[in-house]
């Protein structure tokens, strides 16, 4: 794969975050088939790992598969993207009430993220930048030691959803980096406001509840 110039990730995922920015930039517009051959051609890849990025986005709600049609691009709309935010927040919520317990005010593994963050915001780099924020976060829902927290948290495709929104919501990088250093303080501290402190912050990458009404 070439022509996409991201090479860290695993295939799969390079092609879907190629499809995602395509959805973003407006390349399909909602009710367009996206033809499986014709982005495995343009990448220079088999079809395979394109139809394993059209599954998971299908699964993620951006895509409708139609019977012998193929993939279609779904309409999207603020209900979407706030519902996803509600239930991600919740999760993280979860997951903060309990990290901050196991890590005890070492915090030493986001720091690291955070640093990364600020150094993306200098840099004007919003791809790594949300690289490193979806890191971030797993690493503190990781910090739980809950199973089953961890695998609800990662199929909800947090990559995807951050993409979307931080492209579609907020793109001051330094705003996305500095919301992160008040989650640090509340764990280095063991805040007993620690899950709220994570769940305002998540929320506040959708839309608000009176902009769905």
């Not at 979860?94 to 990364?116: C, F, I, P, R």
């Not at 809950?146 to 705003?175: A, H, K, P, Y």
Request: aromatic fraction near 6%.
């Amino acid at each position: 794969m070439t022509s996409s110039g991201l090479n860290r990730a695993p295939l799969r995922t390079q092609i879907r975050q190629v499809l995602v920015d395509g959805l973003i930039a407006g390349r399909w517009k909602p009710g367009e088939r996206i033809v499986e051959r014709q982005i495995a051609a343009e990448l220079e890849v088999s079809q395979a790992p394109v139809r394993e990025a059209l599954r998971e986005l299908e699964a993620l709600g951006l895509l409708t598969s139609v019977p012998n049609k193929g993939a279609r691009v779904r309409e999207l709309n603020l209900r979407d993207v706030y519902e996803f935010y509600t239930v991600r927040a919740a999760l993280e919520e979860l997951a903060a009430n309990q990290a901050v317990v196991k890590l005890g005010g070492d915090v030493s593994v986001l720091e690291g993220y955070s640093a990364a963050l600020h150094v993306d915001a200098a840099d004007i780099d919003p791809l790594a930048q949300i690289e490193h924020a979806v890191a971030f976060h797993r690493a503190m829902v990781s910090a739980a030691e809950n199973r089953i927290l961890i695998n609800m948290w990662e199929s909800i495709g947090v990559e995807v959803w951050t993409t979307l929104s931080l492209r579609l919501f907020r793109v001051d990088l330094q705003v996305n980096a500095d919301d992160h250093d008040e989650i640090i303080e509340a764990f280095r501290t063991c805040d007993p406001e620690v899950g709220r402190i994570v769940r305002d912050h998540v929320l506040s990458y959708g839309p608000s509840a009176d902009a769905v009404r």
